[in-house]
């Protein structure tokens, strides 16, 4: 099964007792860690930094997933996604459709798109998979409407074959969950930000081989 990482630079450096100013040394060192542990995407979520900053902060993370198997996206900015050379980009619901995007981006550009109901899926076929959510009560997403499981299966089955990950309030104890709705596996920001004191390489290696673990063995059940 698939995992995202989410990116949340001011969530991350607040967790660990970081300073303001290492926000672009502890993101790299987040990104670096799950992609080494196998990641397959890093969605870069960072809407309100300038275009210049936040595509330095792509390239020099695409620099560091150099040789690994993990993508990195760029939450709904084309622009800097292509600037960047980035592995692609993860559209919003109420953004451009992926048919479009196609048109102007380069062959292999990976495409995403965020579902939050059955009826944005059939228009976002064109998309390489789709992240539907939120799932679960999450601190980022504190007052909305929850899919829950049930909400999550419909829209899985209304994507077919392409694949669906869940986001929202997700992390080890939600995996049957998952794997109950024939999702493809999960994205999330909380799940890959240590608490203080911990070190973010060693607490996300680590936590991407328990999610690993955990996906794979409900997997194997169901």
Same mark, same amino acid.
């Given at each position: ?6 990116? /949340?630079?001011?969530?991350l450096? %607040? ?12 993101l ?11 990641v397959?995407?890093?969605q870069v979520?960072e809407?309100?930094l300038? %275009? ?7 390239r020099?993370?695409?620099k560091?997933?150099e040789?690994t ?9 084309? /622009?800097v996604?292509?600037?960047a050379r980035?592995?692609g ?6 953004s451009?459709?992926p048919?479009?995007v196609?048109r102007i981006?380069p ?12 009826a944005?899926? %059939? %228009? ?20 909305v ?9 419909r ?11 869940g986001?929202g309030?997700?992390?080890i104890?939600s995996i ?32 991407v081989?328990?999610l ?7 997997s194997?059940r169901?």
């Amino acid at each position: 099964m698939m995992l995202c990482l989410v990116t /949340d630079r001011r969530r991350l450096v %607040a967790a660990i007792g970081a300073r303001p100013d290492q926000w672009v040394e502890v993101l790299l060192a987040q990104a670096q860690a799950a992609a080494s542990a196998g990641v397959e995407l890093i969605q870069v979520r960072e809407p309100d930094l300038e %275009a210049r900053v936040l595509t330095s902060v792509v390239r020099s993370m695409m620099k560091l997933v150099e040789g690994t198997a993990t993508q990195v996206l760029v939450n709904d900015r084309l /622009d800097v996604a292509l600037a960047a050379r980035a592995s692609g980009v993860h559209l919003k619901e109420r953004s451009m459709l992926p048919g479009e995007v196609r048109r102007i981006a380069p062959p292999g550009f990976v495409v995403g798109c965020s579902v939050h109901g059955t009826a944005s899926v %059939a %228009a976002r076929k064109a998309a390489d998979f789709l992240i539907s959510g939120t799932v679960r009560p999450t601190v980022s997403k504190p007052a909305v409407d929850y899919l829950n499981e049930a909400g999550l299966r419909r829209i899985v089955e209304a994507a077919g074959e392409q694949p669906v990950l869940g986001i929202g309030g997700l992390d080890i104890p939600s995996i049957p969950l998952l794997a109950a709705t024939g999702a493809a596996g999960m994205a999330a920001v909380g799940a890959f930000i240590p608490a203080a004191g911990e070190d973010v390489t060693e607490f996300v290696q680590k936590r991407v081989a328990e999610l690993r673990f955990a996906l794979e063995s409900v997997s194997r059940r169901t």
